[in-house]
C-alpha cells in the first residue's frame, strides 16, 4: 500500500494525541496516588497480555489499584479527562473486554486485590475483586471448610464471572455462583462508592447481578457459602453415538435432564475433537448413590456406551480434578490462547434442531475441521435444577428458563493467525440449531462472548427480556457510558 503524506500526518498525529493521552492520565493518576503500570515495564507488559490472543487491545493506561479508593480515583480520573474505563479482574474475557474490546480505555487491572476473609457468625466471605477462582476455593476450603458454586476453571477472576452468572459443576446443587452474593461495594461511574443488596439500592443490585459490568466496578464481595462436602463422586461415560443414534440420545439426555435429574447430579455432554461424545460430572454423594441416581438415564441411552470407573473425592479434589491443572490456588493469569467462541442457551435441544445439531457434528465438526475444537452442552435448567429455582426476574441473569448452556471453541495454535475464513464453522454449527427454533427459545451467555456479534443482537442474546430494564439502569447509573465497551448495554431512559 503506497503509504500518502496526508495517510502518514494522520498516523503521526494520532500517535502523538495518544502519547499526550496517557501521559495526562497517568498524571492523574499518580496524583492522586494511584499505583500504575509504565508501559514497557514487566508489569505492563504482564498486564496488557490478553488471555485471547486473536483480540489484543493496547490501553492508554492501566492503573493497578490496591484500595476501593484507587479504584475510585481510577474512575474520577477517567471520567474527568473522557477516557472510558474497563475493569479487568482475572482477565479471561473471550472477547478481550476487560481491556474494554477496543484499544484506549483506562484498565483498571484488579488482580492485585484479591484477598479472602470468612466471618463464621454471619457465613459471610469478603473476597476482593481480583481473586481468582481456584484461590477463593482454596482458601475458603483449607482455611474455613467452606465453598460456593463456581466455574472450573481455576485463573478466572471472581469478578466477571460473578457479574455475569457463574455456572460450574456445582451449580444443579446449589446455584449460579451470583446466587451467592448478598450484597457489593461499587464504584458508581459519577465515583461515587455505594453499597448494594437486597435492601440498599435494589436496582443497582438486580443488575450487578447478571449484568453488572455495565453499572460499575465491584471492589469488594460478600458471599454466603456452604458446608465443603467431604463426599463427592466425579464421573464419566463414554457414548459411543453414531449420526444414527445421537438424536435418541439427545432426547433420552433431555427427558432424563427435564423430569428425573436429581439435584445432586451435576453434568454436561461434551466432545473435545475426538469424535467420542462423552458425558462427564459431578455427583453430590458417593459412588453407590450416584449409580443408583443415573441409572434411569442409563437404561434410556442408546446402546453402545461405556461407563468409567466412578471416582470418590473430596470438595478440593474435585476442584483440581475439573481444573485441568495439579493445584488450584492461582493468583496469575491463565495460560493464553488463539480462538473464537461462541454460546447457546437453549429451552431444549430435540427434534429438528437436535438433528440440525448432529448432522452439523457428524458431516462437518468431525469429517471437515482437523484442528482442536470442542463443545459442552451443560445441563442448566431442569426439574430439580437450583438455577431454576430462583424465579426468573430475582436476578438481571436472564436464562434461568433455559435447559442448557453449550460453549462452542474453536482454537488455533498461539503461534498461528486465526483467519477470517474460519469464523464460518462455529457460526454454522450455531445458525444450523437457531434456524430451528423461536428467537423466544434461545440465548447466549456472556461469559462465552461472542465477540463478533453486533451491539444490538448481543443484548438481545445476552439479557433477552431483561434488555429494557437494564438499559433504563443504565441511563439511570452511566448515562455518559464511562464503561462502555463493544456489547455493554445501551443506556435507554
Same mark, same amino acid.
Given at each position: ?39 514497557? $515495564? ?7 497480555? !490478553? ?41 479471561? $474475557? ?104 437486597? $435492601? ?17 466496578? #465491584? ?148 469429517? #471437515? ?21 430462583? !424465579? ?26 486465526? !483467519? ?47 434488555? !429494557? ?18 456489547? $455493554? ?5
Amino acid at each position: 500500500m503506497r503509504v500518502t503524506s496526508t495517510l502518514l500526518a494522520g498516523l503521526v498525529a494520532s500517535t502523538a494525541d495518544a502519547l499526550v493521552a496517557k501521559a495526562v492520565i497517568d498524571k492523574c493518576l499518580t496524583d492522586a496516588g494511584v499505583p500504575i503500570d509504565v508501559k514497557g $515495564s514487566e508489569g505492563w507488559n504482564e498486564d496488557v497480555a !490478553p488471555f485471547n490472543i486473536r483480540l489484543p487491545y493496547l490501553p492508554t493506561a492501566i492503573s493497578v489499584p490496591a484500595t476501593t479508593k484507587h479504584i475510585q480515583d481510577s474512575v474520577n480520573c477517567g471520567k474527568k479527562l473522557g477516557i472510558k474505563v474497563s475493569a479487568k479482574s482475572g482477565g479471561h $474475557s473471550y472477547a478481550s473486554f476487560g481491556f474494554g474490546g477496543e484499544n484506549g480505555h483506562l484498565v483498571v487491572e484488579l488482580d492485585q486485590m484479591y484477598n479472602v476473609t470468612y466471618d463464621a457468625k454471619k457465613n459471610i466471605a469478603t473476597v476482593q475483586p481480583g481473586a481468582r477462582l481456584g484461590h477463593v476455593a482454596t482458601v475458603l476450603y483449607e482455611q474455613y471448610g467452606r465453598a460456593i458454586a463456581h466455574g472450573t476453571c481455576p485463573g478466572v477472576g471472581v469478578s466477571g464471572h460473578f457479574l455475569h452468572g457463574g455456572f460450574g459443576f456445582s451449580s444443579h446443587m446449589h446455584g449460579l455462583a451470583l446466587d451467592f452474593v448478598q450484597s457489593v461495594t461499587v464504584v458508581l461511574a459519577d465515583g461515587s462508592v455505594k453499597e448494594a443488596s437486597a $435492601s440498599s439500592n435494589p436496582d443497582l443490585f438486580w443488575g450487578i447481578k447478571g449484568a453488572g459490568s455495565n453499572f460499575g466496578i #465491584v471492589a469488594s464481595w460478600k458471599l454466603s457459602t456452604f458446608e465443603a462436602p467431604e463426599k463427592l463422586t466425579k464421573f464419566g461415560v463414554s457414548l459411543g453415538w453414531t449420526k444414527d443414534t445421537a438424536v435418541a440420545g439427545l432426547e433420552a439426555v433431555e427427558k432424563y435432564a427435564k423430569n428425573i435429574q436429581p439435584r445432586e447430579v451435576n453434568f454436561r455432554i461434551g466432545d473435545y475433537n475426538k469424535g467420542q461424545p462423552g458425558i462427564e460430572g459431578l455427583y453430590y454423594g458417593t459412588p453407590a448413590q450416584w449409580k443408583k441416581a443415573f441409572q434411569p438415564l442409563l437404561d434410556t441411552l442408546p446402546k453402545g456406551y461405556n461407563v468409567s470407573e466412578p471416582v470418590a473425592l473430596n470438595w478440593i479434589q474435585t476442584v483440581i480434578a475439573y481444573s485441568n491443572y495439579d493445584e488450584v490456588d492461582w493468583i496469575h493469569p491463565s495460560p493464553q490462547e488463539n480462538f473464537y467462541s461462541k454460546s447457546l442457551t437453549l429451552k431444549g435441544l430435540n427434534g429438528t434442531a437436535a438433528q440440525a445439531f448432529v448432522d452439523y457434528y457428524f458431516d462437518v465438526a468431525n469429517k #471437515v475441521v482437523d484442528r482442536f475444537w470442542f463443545f459442552q452442552l451443560d445441563m442448566h435448567g431442569g426439574k430439580n435444577s437450583q438455577v431454576a429455582k430462583v !424465579p426468573q426476574d430475582a436476578t438481571s441473569y436472564a436464562h434461568r428458563d433455559k435447559l442448557y448452556i453449550v460453549q462452542f471453541y474453536d482454537r488455533y495454535e498461539n503461534n498461528e493467525t486465526y !483467519p477470517a475464513s474460519s469464523f464460518g464453522f462455529l457460526d454454522g454449527w450455531v445458525d444450523a440449531v437457531t434456524d430451528t427454533i423461536p428467537r423466544s427459545d434461545w440465548g447466549a451467555y456472556i461469559n462465552y462472548a461472542d465477540a463478533r456479534l453486533p451491539r444490538v443482537e448481543a443484548e438481545r442474546q445476552y439479557y433477552g427480556e431483561h434488555l !429494557p430494564q437494564l438499559q433504563s439502569l443504565k441511563a439511570k447509573y452511566d448515562p455518559k457510558q464511562l464503561f462502555y465497551y463493544p456489547q $455493554s448495554v445501551e443506556p435507554k431512559a
